[in-house]
C-alpha cells in the first residue's frame, strides 16, 4: 500500500473494466461507481483481499458487505432465495436493492466478508461500468462505500480519492452518480425487514411484497456490541462538522444545506448556502446530498444547519442519513 501517494483514476472504458477486473483476481481494491454511489470493490472469495478492505476503510470486521453480483442466476449460487426474496429481485434487479438471505450451501463468499453471519447481503448494480466489470471478473465482488469508516459516502471520483487515494489500488472515474444514496436493505426474514432505506423507496417494496416491512427492534441502532443490522450505527456518514437538523431559522456564522424554494429567516447571516433541490425535488435532492455536505463541511462552518426535508420517497433514506450525520460523536 502506497500510503501518502495518489491512487491513478481512469476513465471508464473497456480496456479500464478489464484492468480493474485483472487487479481484483490479484487481491487488489478498485474503486467503481455504482448507480448509488462508489463502491470500493474486492474479490469477495478471497479473504486476504478482503481484510486489506476493511483496513483500508479503517472499517470494524464485525460489518459485513454486500456482494455484488452480475445477475439472479450467480446470486442463486450464494444464497438461497424464498419466493418473497425472488419477487422483489425480479422487481428490482438490476437496482439499488440489497437483500439480506440465508447463504447458500457452497456460497464461496469468505467468511471475513460476511462478519462470520450465517446470512448474506446481496445485490445486482444497474451501472453499466459497474456491470462491465462484473462481467469481466466473473465472481462477487464485495464493495462497501468506497470512504472511510463512518464518513460521507462518495459520489464522485475525486471524493473516493480524498479519503482512500494511496490506500487502494485504482479508481474508475465516470462522474457523478445517479442516485447519491446507498441501496435500500431489506432482509428476507420470516418477515421481511427494512435494515436501510435507500435508493429504492420502501413503499415501492410494499407493493410488490404485498404487505408492510416490518422495522429493526430498537437496539439495532445502538452504537455497540452486534446490532441487527450491523451498518446501522447510530454515528455514520458522518461530515467532521456538526450538523442541526429541521431548521427553521440560521444563527450567525451556520451554513445552510436548504432544500425547496423558499428562504430562511437568518438565511443573510449564513457563512455559507447549498440548496439540494431549489425546486424541492427529492430525487435531486438525494444526488446532491453527500456531495453538498462534503463541501460545506470543507468550509469549516461551526454548524451546518439543515431545513426540514419530507420524509416520504427518497426522502427517507435522505433524512436517515442526516439522522446518522447529525449524532453527537466525541
Ligand atoms: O448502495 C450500496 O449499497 C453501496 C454500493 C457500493 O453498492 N454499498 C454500501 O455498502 O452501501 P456498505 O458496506 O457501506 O453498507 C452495507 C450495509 C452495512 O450497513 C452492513 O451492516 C449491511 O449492509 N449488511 C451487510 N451484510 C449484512 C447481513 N448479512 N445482515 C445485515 N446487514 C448486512
Ligand atoms: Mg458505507
Excluded at 150 to 160: F, I, L
Excluded at 248 to 267: K, Q, T
Excluded at 290 to 300: E, N, Q, V
Aim: with cysteine; proline share 8%; glycine share 10%.
Amino acid at each position: 500500500m502506497n500510503v501518502g501517494l495518489k491512487t491513478p483514476i481512469l476513465p471508464a472504458s473497456e480496456a479500464t473494466a478489464a484492468m480493474a477486473a485483472r487487479c481484483l483476481a490479484e487481491g487488489g481494491l478498485v474503486a467503481f461507481p455504482t448507480e448509488t454511489v462508489y463502491g470500493l470493490g474486492a474479490d469477495a472469495t478471497n479473504a486476504a483481499a478482503v481484510a486489506r478492505l476493511y483496513q483500508a476503510k479503517g472499517r470494524p470486521a464485525f460489518n459485513p458487505l454486500i456482494a455484488h453480483i452480475r445477475d439472479i442466476e450467480a446470486a442463486r449460487q450464494i444464497a438461497q432465495f424464498d419466493a418473497p426474496a425472488m419477487a422483489l429481485a425480479v422487481a428490482f434487479w438490476p437496482g439499488p436493492l440489497s437483500l439480506v438471505l440465508p447463504k447458500s450451501k457452497g456460497c464461496v463468499v469468505a467468511d471475513l466478508a460476511t462478519a462470520g453471519l450465517d446470512t448474506i447481503a446481496i445485490r445486482v448494480p444497474a451501472h453499466p461500468v459497474a456491470r462491465e466489470i462484473l462481467r469481466a471478473f466473473g465472481g462477487p465482488v464485495v464493495a462497501p462505500s468506497a470512504n472511510l469508516s463512518g464518513h460521507v459516502s462518495p459520489t464522485t471520483a475525486a471524493h473516493v480519492q480524498t479519503d482512500l487515494g494511496g490506500r487502494i489500488d485504482l479508481v474508475v472515474d465516470d462522474g457523478p452518480v445517479e442516485v447519491g444514496v446507498e441501496s435500500t436493505i431489506v432482509g428476507c426474514f420470516e418477515q421481511p425487514m427494512l435494515l436501510r432505506p435507500g435508493g429504492v423507496p420502501s413503499g415501492e417494496i410494499e407493493r410488490v411484497l404485498g404487505r408492510a416491512l416490518a422495522q429493526p427492534p430498537e437496539d439495532a441502532v445502538s452504537d455497540t456490541g452486534q446490532p441487527l443490522a450491523p451498518g446501522m450505527l447510530a454515528s455514520h456518514y458522518a461530515p467532521r462538522t456538526k450538523v442541526r437538523l429541521n431548521a427553521r431559522r440560521i444563527e450567525g456564522g451556520e451554513a445552510l444545506l436548504a432544500f425547496g424554494p423558499n428562504a430562511v429567516p437568518g438565511v443573510e447571516a449564513a457563512s455559507a448556502v447549498m440548496n439540494l433541490s431549489q425546486r424541492g425535488d427529492l430525487t435531486e435532492a438525494a444526488a446532491n446530498l453527500f456531495g453538498y455536505l462534503r463541501a460545506l463541511d470543507a468550509k469549516g462552518a461551526r454548524v451546518i444547519a439543515v431545513m426540514p426535508i419530507p420524509d416520504h420517497g427518497l426522502g427517507e433514506a435522505i433524512n436517515d442519513r442526516l439522522r446518522r450525520a447529525a449524532v453527537e460523536r466525541q
